[in-house]
Every structure is written in C-alpha cells, then in structure tokens.
C-alpha cells in the first residue's frame, strides 16, 4: 500500500500562492501516475491535476490551467502542486492520490489517497 501525506495548504487571499506537497512511500515507483483532487463543501471532488510517474506527462482541469503547475521529485518521492493566482472557488480540500489506471482524471483509476489538506482562499 502506498502512503500519502499531503501538506502546504493554508489560507491565503484572492490573487496569492501555495505549493501543496504529497509525501509518498517508495512503491509509488509501481503506480502509472499521481494526481490531486479537490472537494469543496456541498460538491463532488473533482479532478484537479495529474502527472505520469514514468514519464512526467501531465493532464489540468480547465480551470486550472495557466495557473496551477503539478510536478514530481522523483529523488525525494514527493508531488507537488504549484497554485498561483488563487480565486476563492479554489478554496477546498485537496487530496493527492495514487493510480494504477491511465484515466488519470477519473478517480477511480486511484488506489490510494492521502487524508488532505485544506486551502482557503478570502476575497
């Protein structure tokens, strides 16, 4: 099983930054790719990023696009998710994950999740 920990969130206001980091265990190297989601209160996660762990191939969200930037270290096992210009409908809690599955948009091509980290983004 793959160990996730999520980091980084914060609140911050419209228009700032956060990087969001996701620690993971060494047997990420077995899995196609990681990915961040987002829930927000009273909606469905969604898809936020994702990167192929082999290749560094890496899938947004369009809403996102432009202004977050996922990348990987693969020396320290550790994702991360660059998020510039904040709105507040990014504010949500974000979960990295796992997949064995190459729909990387699709959550259930992930097997394992982190517990999340909260982002709070004031207008």
């Known amino acids: 099983q793959v160990q996730l920990v999520e980091s980084g969130g914060g609140l911050v206001q419209a228009g700032g930054s956060l990087r969001l980091s996701c620690s993971t265990s060494?047997?990420?190297?077995?899995?196609?790719?990681m990915g961040w989601f987002r829930q927000a209160p009273g909606k469905e996660r969604e898809f936020v990023a994702a990167?192929?762990?082999?290749?560094?191939?890496?899938y947004y969200t369009t809403s996102v696009k432009a202004r977050f930037t996922i990348s990987r270290d693969n020396v320290k096992n550790t994702m991360y998710l660059q998020m510039n210009s904040l709105k507040p409908e990014d504010t949500a809690i974000y979960y990295c994950?796992?997949?064995?599955?190459?729909?990387?948009?699709?959550?259930?091509?992930?097997?394992?999740w982190g517990q999340g980290t909260q982002v709070t983004v004031s207008s």
């Open positions: 994950a796992a997949a064995s599955g190459s729909q990387v948009w699709l959550d259930d091509e992930y097997d394992d």
């Open positions: 060494a047997r990420t190297f077995s899995k196609y790719a």
């Open positions: 990167i192929v762990w082999s290749s560094g191939s890496t």
